[in-house]
């Protein structure tokens, strides 16, 4: 099977790194950004499939009707649908989720389901976090790799599930409100989902100056 | 001269690494605790040297040689412990580094100084991280025993004025911060506990029912 990776963010690029040497496929070629992508499209290419991962392009519909172009999203599709779905399902409260590979199509996250694999979303910060995903969604691939073509995928119910707009530096936001109402679990949640390479969690006070939370750990009673 | 330095935390020891290569300095050993100190023939050295040493000496070692440390204060409020800590908290961001006269006194409350002679110092900045103030302090320690150990035998001693006021050691448990006190504090004075109590020391927590938050690193941007 031919395929072609794009993948731009360091997490990506180390799930590509990771099957690279996946005997099921031949790679022919990564693309970083979107220029290239277009570029390497101009005249056509002989692929079986394209694989997107973690970017954050839109992909035109020319390209999304004449490839196989598969993603991965790092939530258990149908749920948490659209942006920021690692922070949105930590704020939640959901540690334990899944990555799913699906279709790209012209509808953001909610074309069709080719497998999932189990993910943990617990950790201190999201370089912990990035280990998971990377660590789940190789698996993913390696079994999806190995499946196909003998695979069919499923009709995402899009009816049900959740989506959500990507989230906001502001969002990043902590009020004095927010301290009082908060557990120290749901305060944990809140900061660690938000540590490098996101906009970190701040407090801000009365006179508009802020302390920002870069690092914590939590011990459960 | 013979000199003891008695040190054992990570950045006492790159102090010592750098002032044994002093040309005053004939032959120098290294003691890591208490006892070690005492395991030499310390009436056959000229100085012992304390850098980051945080419990009492005791008077024989104390009454049997001339000893030193440095401590970071300038204010005589804050040398009953822990006096970094204790000065971000009051939002104290310049103190002096000063070399003092490790003394032993059993009836003082003191930690350490108990007769509040200094004999060098230098400017302390108290503005950064945790990790940055170390860094400080290691460069700012080894000005302070190069500028003694050059002006020895000649050592003049200063004494600083004395004040009513004590701030108390801080202790691991003082380092949770009450859910209510947490919302009433400012930006700054979060920034100034939770930044002062980072590794190694105690990190700031806050407790309920669901578990303990440690804070382990922040930083602070003043209204733009």
Redesign the interface.
């Known amino acids: 099977m031919k395929v072609l990776i794009c993948a731009y963010r360091d997490w990506a690029k180390e799930i590509s790194h990771k099957i690279s040497n996946n005997k099921n496929i031949i790679i022919v070629g990564n693309i970083s950004n979107q220029k290239g992508l277009v570029k390497k499209l101009k005249n056509g290419l002989d692929v079986d499939i394209i694989l997107f991962i973690g970017w954050s392009w839109i992909i035109s519909d020319e390209i999304t009707d004449n490839y196989l172009c598969i993603g991965i999203h790092p939530s258990d599709l149908p749920h948490y649908r659209g942006g920021s779905p690692i922070q949105n399902q930590i704020i939640d409260g959901v540690d334990k989720s899944k990555v799913t590979l699906f279709t790209l199509s012209s509808k953001l996250d909610s074309g069709d389901i080719w497998c999932k694999e189990d993910i943990n979303l617990s950790g201190n910060n999201m370089n912990a976090i990035f280990k998971n995903i990377i660590d789940s969604s190789v698996t993913l691939l390696e079994n999806f790799f190995k499946k196909y073509p003998n695979i069919e995928p499923i009709t995402q119910k899009t009816g049900v599930g959740s989506y959500f707009r990507r989230r906001t530096p502001i969002q990043s936001k902590l009020v004095k409100q927010d301290l009082q109402n908060m557990n120290t679990l749901e305060l944990y949640n809140f900061i660690r989902c938000l540590t490098t390479p996101y906009p970190n969690a701040y407090f801000e006070d009365d006179n508009g100056n802020r302390v920002f939370f870069e690092e914590i750990s939590f011990s459960k009673k | 001269m013979k000199v003891i330095f008695l040190g054992k935390r990570d950045w006492a020891i790159e102090v010592y690494n750098s002032i044994k290569q002093h040309p005053k300095i004939a032959k120098i050993v290294l003691a890591k605790s208490h006892a070690e100190t005492l395991s030499y023939n310390i009436k056959k050295y000229d100085l012992l040297i304390t850098c980051g040493w945080s419990e009492e000496i005791g008077s024989e070692i104390a009454d049997n040689i001339m000893t030193i440390g440095v401590h970071c204060a300038k204010l005589d409020r804050y040398s009953y412990g822990t006096p970094i800590q204790l000065q971000i908290i009051d939002g104290i961001t310049m103190t002096k580094h000063r070399i003092f006269h490790f003394t032993h006194d059993p009836s003082s409350p003191r930690a350490h100084t108990h007769n509040r002679l200094f004999s060098h110092e230098i400017d302390l900045d108290l503005s950064g991280n945790m990790t940055q103030i170390l860094e400080e302090m290691v460069k700012t320690s080894i000005i302070l025993f190069n500028k003694y150990l050059n002006d020895y035998p000649n050592i003049k001693w200063v004494e600083w004025p004395e004040e009513k006021i004590i701030r108390k050691k801080r202790m691991p448990k003082d380092s949770k911060i009450d859910?209510n006190d947490?919302?009433k504090m400012?930006?700054?004075e979060?920034?100034n506990f939770?930044r002062c109590l980072e590794d190694p020391y105690p990190?700031a927590y806050?407790?309920?029912?669901?578990?303990?938050?440690?804070?382990?690193?922040?930083?602070?941007?003043?209204?733009?």
Request: glycine content about 6%.
């Open positions: 859910k947490f919302v400012s930006a700054k979060i920034y939770i990190n806050i407790e309920d029912d669901f578990g303990k938050l440690f804070f382990k690193k922040v930083k602070f941007e003043g209204k733009k």
